[in-house]
């Protein structure tokens, strides 16, 4: 039947359940508000470029559902910044032995390095200043080392025949340089104590002097890559931890010093409310698609607006000030019920339909026509109306018609009663011949103007009046 580490690795590292050959690897730095894909180093461990396509190069790891096969990623509280993981770089993850490396990152998962050709199993001592690991998938006798966080690695011998790596594991805190190496050989379990101790790497120094030359340690803090302020969840941490090049050993006792500052607020330090969604590459909140019925109060009508926070401020986010979400209107759903002034309006629009549509029906009926006709034109019925113009009459006699009678007018000599033309009452004697001058002319215009009245056919020819008409 084989070792557990045989059972283990048995059919090439493939011990899937399912198909999953399109797993691919994000990281959030933000507790799941932007996930991105992990940058991939740009060389292998041996200083050989590392050539994919842009849209499909991307590094991918190995997690704790995969265990059995190769050790997850890892990272501890006490090497701040340190990552590492077994994986591969391409399209997506594979899951064949000779397919996966080794990776480190050493600030917080922004960047990688490949660490070594193959799959191993790694531990961290001394807060991170040290990583021991092994190769977990073939039979080894050689422990690999690094005191300068990745930069170079060195190996050696642990035992003299190989066995089969099962872990390596240290005190919970990692701050210690002893291990213990375990697994089994030819069936029988082996155990190994590992202690860095005589290395005789010197105590580091300049904890409280940071980024002098003298000193051996640096600050650094943590980043997405996309903010130039360096402020996650709303506070910008700065921790001191020893330079990569710096030979010494920080000690079981060292307290490593981290200055927290709260930054101002922005749109990142927020995240959308239940019913509210984000576009790829946006900030904005805005309603998702029937969310309106899940959020919608329960007065809320259909012509209505309801007012409610479209953000809220990410988990463990400490930001202050700054940028603040306002409450977001939104539409009452379609099918809510009516408000009382809509209801209201629509009455007195239905009502008014009503009453426009029976009058119409009504003045189109022959037996309620007679209410909506013209009347009070009975006495003119006999008016005539002829062209004016061509085919017009003649005199304007003609457009009498045939109830004229010439008698109404040529036996009337009963001038007397008529209104004068002109009546003015003279304020002195001075202007009398002024009014009586312009009264001549307006006699002598109206004579020009105004036509002469024909006789009718066949009747007698009026005689001529005073006036000359």
């Known amino acids: 039947a084989g070792t557990d580490v045989d059972r283990k690795h048995a059919g090439g ?3 899937r359940g399912k198909d ?6 994000v990281i959030t730095f933000d507790k799941g508000g932007v996930w991105s894909y992990l940058k ?3 060389v292998d461990s041996v200083g050989k470029p590392i050539e994919c396509p842009p849209e499909k190069c991307w590094l991918h ?3 704790v559902t995969n265990f059995h096969n190769f050790a997850p990623f890892y990272s501890l509280e006490t090497a701040a910044g340190l990552i590492m993981g077994t994986g591969n770089v391409g399209a997506s993850l594979r899951f064949e032995t000779d397919q996966v490396n080794t990776y480190f990152s050493r600030d917080g998962g922004l960047s990688w390095i490949e660490a070594h050709k193959g799959a191993f199993i790694y531990e961290f001592g001394d807060h991170g200043g040290l990583i021991v690991m092994a190769n977990d998938v073939e039979r080894t006798k050689q422990v690999v080392f690094s005191w300068n966080e990745g930069q170079s690695w060195y190996d050696f011998d642990v035992a003299g025949a190989a066995l089969e790596v099962d872990n390596i594991v240290t005190e919970p805190n990692a701050t210690t340089t002893t291990f213990l190496l375990y697994g089994t050989r030819q069936d029988t379990g082996v155990l190994y104590h590992l202690n860095f101790e005589p290395l005789g790497q010197p105590p580091c120094k300049g904890a409280w002097a940071a980024d002098s030359v003298s000193s051996d340690y640096e600050t650094w803090m943590p980043s997405d890559g996309r903010s ?7 506070r910008q941490i700065t921790y001191t931890r020893r330079k990569q090049t710096s030979e010494c050993f920080n000690g079981e006792q060292f307290e490593r010093p981290v200055v927290r500052k709260n930054c101002m607020c922005t749109e990142e330090d927020y995240e959308c409310e239940i019913g509210f969604a984000r576009k790829v590459g946006s900030f904005e909140c805005r309603p998702a698609e029937d969310a309106g019925a899940q959020i919608a109060p329960e007065r809320c009508t259909s012509s209505d607006f309801f007012y409610v926070d479209a953000y809220r401020k990410v988990a463990g986010d400490t930001c202050e000030g700054g940028w603040f979400p306002q409450k977001a209107a939104v539409p009452c759903p379609a099918g809510a019920a009516f408000s009382k002034s809509a209801l209201s309006v629509l009455l007195v629009g239905l009502v008014l339909v009503i ?32 062209q004016v113009g061509k085919g017009g009459p003649e005199s304007a006699v003609d457009t009498v018609g045939s109830r004229y009678d010439p008698n109404e007018f040529l036996g ?3 001038d007397e009663d008529a209104p004068p033309l002109v009546s003015y009452n003279l304020a002195d004697d001075d202007d009398e011949d002024e009014h009586e001058l312009a009264r001549g002319r307006g006699l002598e ?4 103007a105004v036509p002469k009245i024909s006789g009718p056919p066949g009747g007698a020819k009026p005689a001529d009046d005073d006036d000359g008409m």
């Open 13 to 15: 590292g493939r011990g």
């Open 228 to 234: 130039t302020d360096k402020c996650l969840l709303g």
């Open 20 to 25: 999953e050959e399109i797993i691919r690897t």
């Open 40 to 42: 991939p180093p740009k």
């Open 412 to 414: 009337d000599d009963d």
């Open 61 to 63: 790891l190995h997690g």
């Open 355 to 386: 009453v426009m549509a029976t009058i119409t029906f009504v003045s189109r009926s022959e037996k309620f026509k007679h209410l909506f006709t013209n009347y009070g034109f009975d006495s003119h019925k006999h008016v005539q109306y002829a």
């Open 445 to 448: 215009a109206a004579k020009t």
